[in-house]
């Protein structure tokens, strides 16, 4: 998760390596750590961090492992770095050195021992060892999942292998990544399911539809959502306003402005009765009544009580909570792990969590102790 400066850290952009900063030379590097915290030692996971304008990279001792260099860099996957410099970005090893040498406009992550790389204005796959191995020729791309990548010519999206040949030809207006075995696809302005093979299994029909999850997808037609099962037939009569993807046989769904969670059979498991609602992820959901969040459980429950401004789900145990116009965190307990303090903060990854007070970010770790000084512009989680 990248933050910068003020900004109030989200779920990790997938747009194509968008730019953090501008062109500038090496900013003085400031040491990292507070004499007086508490440091995690872990597993060589390192974090992009940003001082001034020029980006390195931080371990989790609060050492620099990679100096202040780069006009852009993101965060470590499968033990590579994307980075830029002098307007080009390449990719480097935990040790900060060039693997493949900056010389594309844009770049994302290794998926599948593929990454796609944009130059010449259209985009192409490149191997680990730089070299390109599906030539340049796409408008639009996305990563390898079991040997399949999406690619757009033109306005149309298809399919190739890792032979950069065509399995599904560029035929749909928009198209959806494989899961659990059907992708969404779009003709014209309607939404059905495709087969590996680009066959039709659920004609096209819908105003909008979802990924499968557990054997279900939400489907919309007009202003009600439902939901079919893999043969195109209703598992769940088109009848809510809103409604979510199923996560261990429950999903919120919204009706008479109200949010509440069903089961599979589009049964309340939980009435109707709140005025936001979130997923469960970890065992607990996120709802809000009127101004104030607070957690439930899957019966309904209340695990932690309506009391929060604002509340984001729990991860690694702990969810970020907002009070009186700051943010700390609590377990699922509601105990707090540390009482409101920060402008903004970031999930726990890997045991670390960015905080930002004033225009400033730090990293505390699962006990709440700051590991890290509030000096950094911008930050990204720990990755290795």
């Not at 990454?115 to 204005?121: D, E, I, L, T, W």
């Not at 299994?201 to 979802?210: H, R």
């Not at 932690?304 to 604002?310: C, K, P, T």
């Amino acid at each position: 998760m990248v933050v910068t400066a003020n900004g109030q850290p989200g779920a990790k952009s997938k747009d194509k390596s968008k730019d953090k900063s501008s062109k500038t030379a090496p900013a003085p590097q400031q040491k990292p750590r507070e004499s007086a915290a508490i440091v995690e030692k872990c597993c060589n996971w390192v974090a992009a961090v940003k001082v001034f304008r020029s980006w390195g990279y931080v371990d989790t001792n609060g050492s620099y492992v990679v100096n202040l260099q780069f006009d852009n860099a993101e965060g470590f996957s499968n033990g590579l770095a994307r980075v830029r410099k002098l307007g080009d970005w390449g990719y480097i090893d935990i040790k900060g050195t060039y693997v493949i040498n900056p010389q594309f406009d844009l770049v994302e992550n290794f998926s599948e021992d593929f990454a796609r790389v944009y130059k010449f204005k259209k985009w192409g796959f490149i191997d680990p060892k730089g070299m390109i191995v599906i030539d340049y020729q796409f408008s639009d791309a996305d990563d390898f999942h079991n040997g399949l990548a999406r690619v757009r010519q033109g306005t149309a999206w298809g399919f190739i292998d890792t032979k950069g040949k065509y399995v599904i030809n560029p035929q749909f207006s928009a198209l959806g990544e494989f899961c659990e075995g059907l992708a969404k696809a779009r003709s014209g302005k309607d939404w059905g399911f495709i087969d590996p093979t680009g066959k039709w299994v659920i004609n096209p029909q819908f105003s909008d539809v979802e990924d499968f999850h557990e054997g279900l997808a939400r489907v919309r037609k007009g202003t009600q959502w439902g939901y079919v099962d893999k043969s195109g037939g209703f598992a769940i009569n088109l009848q809510f306003e809103a409604a979510g993807d199923f996560v261990n046989g429950i999903a919120r769904a919204k009706k008479l402005h109200q949010w509440g969670f069903i089961d599979d059979k589009g049964t309340w498991k939980v009435n109707p009765q709140f005025d936001d609602a979130g997923d469960f992820v970890e065992g607990l959901a996120k709802v809000r009544k009127g101004k104030a969040w607070g957690y439930v459980d899957p019966t309904g429950a209340y695990a932690i009580n309506m009391q929060f401004e604002d509340a984001e789900d729990f991860s690694e145990g702990a969810a970020r909570v907002k009070k009186v116009t700051k943010w700390g965190f609590i377990d699922k307990t509601g105990r707090y792990l540390t009482n409101p303090q920060f402008d903004a903060a970031s999930e726990f990854c890997h045991g670390f969590a960015q905080v930002r007070k004033g225009t400033k970010w730090g990293f505390i770790n699962r006990s709440g102790n700051l590991v890290m000084n509030y000096i950094f512009d911008g930050s990204d989680s720990f990755e290795k």
